[in-house]
């Protein structure tokens, strides 16, 4: 504060005393400001991404400290110059000294609450309690900060005490902090609340049991002639991350309804775990930590996923469903879903590519003869990693993959015999060249694109289709009144992390580099 009354006397623009003065005194207020604006960003990255050792949680720290202390030190030298420059301005007022204070604290603030909006999913409660205090202090602490140098300023220019530190400013202060905090984070919760907000649904009872075998890297050049049942080539799905093609097919909307996207982690250099879960607005973990070399990026398959799954929908709503291998899903038995993940059978694969097909088929067929479901499905991997992603030479990839399409030929006369209409669903793989395939053991309507297969399954169990799909049912040719969504999933805001094991089973079936 000294220091503030000593360079407020001296020529900006010729004396060097001045402008060491006005570093020193804006590197002390920026070190605080940066210390408590680290504190609610490390609060959150720990909720998300617990558990981190020691020295993760302190570079974590470190790292948005010292970005924090940087923003603040350009704003506080600003904020002198600007009140140096024009010494005119209404500091004496209570009103415009408090308005100047509280819109620097807001100014801080607020890429707090960009950055805390741009994850993935919704925060938890104690996230958000322990988020939104720390956010309050920081908010209190910054307007307290600038309002001192305003005061030093103040009382150099004026000669005397302004009126508004003759008065306590703490019941002002703290109600804008809680009308800040209000603003910013409440909304978050409240949409969290509304998201769970169950849609109406008119079902059309029926007994038709269907199956559908999802096949990666199977395109309609592969499976011609090749199952015994009438096979129609469509168009791909738009280009995008092997799960973000998968989530569209399986839950008929685009990306931007879903939120299933390929993602990066951050790993601290010499740290031992993975950063997860990461603002999509984070500059300073996600590109300025790799630039400056104390942390790497590496890829993560995604875990978050907005919408659901059609067999999700339809089981959450009476209708016995099993669900085998698909991405972004977890084991679980709830209600009338029967979910077998990826991670314990690509743990028990052990990077064969054959075997993962061959575990989550036999699965499949236990968990189908022991639920006796409506509604069956199986992501089946092995012909996309075989031909796109293991590397093999020729006549390996030719071998291996016969015996793949040999198991789904195997399959859909398994399923056909235990009496269920099979859909067999095939996307190209990444850089795959060839048309996306879908064929039925029931005749349908020439589909326009992959993006029917949801459709035709919500409409050949009964279910209405939303305004949110873009494709069409083939099961039927008059098209009825559609919902307007089947909201958001009710799991959406707890994000599973991804263990080491099922990542570095991933990394050897090529799915990361």
């Given at each position: 504060m000294h220091g503030i009354e000593r360079w407020f006397a001296l020529d900006p623009w010729s004396?060097?005393?001045?402008?060491?003065?006005?570093?020193?005194?804006a590197l002390k207020a920026a070190t605080l400001i940066g210390a408590f604006g680290a504190l609610p960003m490390t609060a959150v990255m720990l909720f998300r991404n617990s558990p981190l050792t020691a020295f993760e949680t302190l570079g974590l720290f470190l790292t948005y400290a010292v970005t924090w202390l940087l923003m603040a030190f350009v704003l506080v030298?600003?904020?002198?110059?600007?009140?140096?420059?024009?010494?005119?301005?209404?500091?004496?007022?209570?009103?415009?000294?408090?308005?100047?204070?509280?819109?620097?604290?807001?100014?801080?603030v607020l890429p707090v609450a960009v950055w805390w909006y741009r994850f993935d999913t919704a925060p938890a409660t104690g996230e958000l309690i322990a988020g939104a205090a720390l956010t309050a202090i920081f908010f209190l602490v910054a307007t307290i900060v600038v309002s001192a140098a305003l005061l030093s300023f103040s009382i150099y220019e004026l000669q005397r005490v302004p009126a508004i530190h003759q008065k306590?400013?703490?019941?002002?202060?703290?109600?804008?902090?809680?009308?800040?905090?209000?603003?910013?984070?409440?909304?978050?919760?409240?949409?969290?609340?509304?998201?769970?907000?169950?849609?109406?649904?008119?079902?059309?009872?029926?007994?038709?049991?269907?199956?559908?075998?999802?096949?990666?890297?199977?395109?309609n050049e592969i499976l011609q002639s090749r199952l015994g049942i009438p096979v129609?080539?469509?168009?791909?799905?738009?280009?995008?991350?092997?799960?973000?093609?998968?989530?569209?097919?399986?839950?008929?909307?685009?990306?931007?309804?879903?939120?299933?996207?390929?993602?990066?982690?951050?790993?601290?250099?010499?740290?031992r775990h993975i950063l997860q879960r990461v603002s999509r607005a984070d500059v300073v973990i996600m590109n300025a930590?790799?630039?400056?070399?104390?942390?790497?990026?590496?890829?993560?398959?995604?875990?978050?996923?907005?919408?659901?799954?059609?067999?999700?929908?339809?089981?959450?709503?009476?209708?016995?469903?099993?669900?085998?291998?698909?991405?972004?899903?977890?084991?679980?038995?709830?209600?009338?879903?029967?979910?077998?993940?990826?991670?314990?059978?690509f743990a028990a694969a052990r990077g064969d590519a054959l075997r993962v097909d061959a575990l989550a088929t036999s699965r499949f067929l236990y968990a189908v003869d022991r639920a006796q479901p409506r509604f069956a499905t199986v992501y089946l991997p092995a012909l996309d990693v075989i031909l796109n992603r293991a590397g093999l030479d020729q006549t390996t990839q030719l071998a291996?993959?016969?015996?793949?399409?040999?198991?789904?030929?195997?399959?859909?006369?398994?399923?056909?015999?235990?009496?269920?209409?099979?859909?067999?669903?095939?996307?190209?793989?990444?850089?795959q060249l060839g048309q996306a395939v879908i064929a039925s053991t029931k005749h349908l309507e020439t589909p326009?694109?992959?993006?029917?297969?949801?459709?035709?399954?919500?409409?050949?169990?009964?279910?209405?289709?939303?305004?949110?799909?873009?494709?069409?049912?083939?099961?039927?040719?008059?098209?009825?009144?559609r919902i307007a969504s089947y909201g958001n999933r009710k799991s959406a805001?707890?994000?599973?992390?991804?263990?080491?094991?099922?990542?570095?089973?991933?990394?050897?079936l090529g799915y990361i580099r």
């Open positions: 004396s060097r005393a001045f402008w060491l003065e006005l570093i020193l005194v030298i600003l904020i002198a110059l600007i009140l140096k420059v024009r010494p005119a301005l209404p500091i004496d007022t209570p009103r415009a000294l408090l308005a100047i204070s509280l819109a620097a604290g807001a100014l801080l306590p400013r703490t019941i002002p202060m703290a109600l804008a902090a809680a009308a800040l905090i209000a603003l910013l984070f409440v909304p978050a919760y409240a949409d969290r609340e509304r998201s769970a907000i169950e849609p109406m649904v008119v079902t059309t009872p029926n007994s038709a049991h269907v199956a559908l075998i999802a096949v990666d890297g199977l395109t129609i080539a469509v168009p791909p799905l738009p280009a995008g991350s092997t799960t973000e093609r998968w989530a569209s097919l399986g839950t008929g909307v685009p990306t931007s309804a879903h939120g299933v996207r390929a993602i990066e982690g951050v790993r601290f250099r010499g740290g930590a790799p630039l400056l070399g104390i942390a790497r990026r590496e890829p993560l398959p995604p875990t978050v996923r907005r919408r659901e799954y059609v067999w999700e929908i339809v089981a959450r709503r009476g209708v016995p469903s099993v669900a085998v291998n698909w991405w972004t899903t977890a084991d679980e038995r709830e209600g009338g879903l029967t979910s077998i993940g990826q991670e314990s059978i291996q993959s016969l015996r793949a399409l040999d198991g789904i030929t195997a399959l859909v006369g398994q399923m056909r015999g235990r009496g269920y209409h099979v859909i067999v669903a095939g996307l190209p793989g990444d850089h326009a694109g992959a993006w029917d297969v949801a459709p035709t399954i919500l409409d050949m169990l009964g279910f209405p289709l939303s305004r949110e799909m873009p494709g069409h049912s083939l099961a039927s040719v008059s098209e009825e009144p805001a707890s994000a599973r992390g991804v263990n080491e094991e099922y990542y570095e089973n991933l990394k050897s």
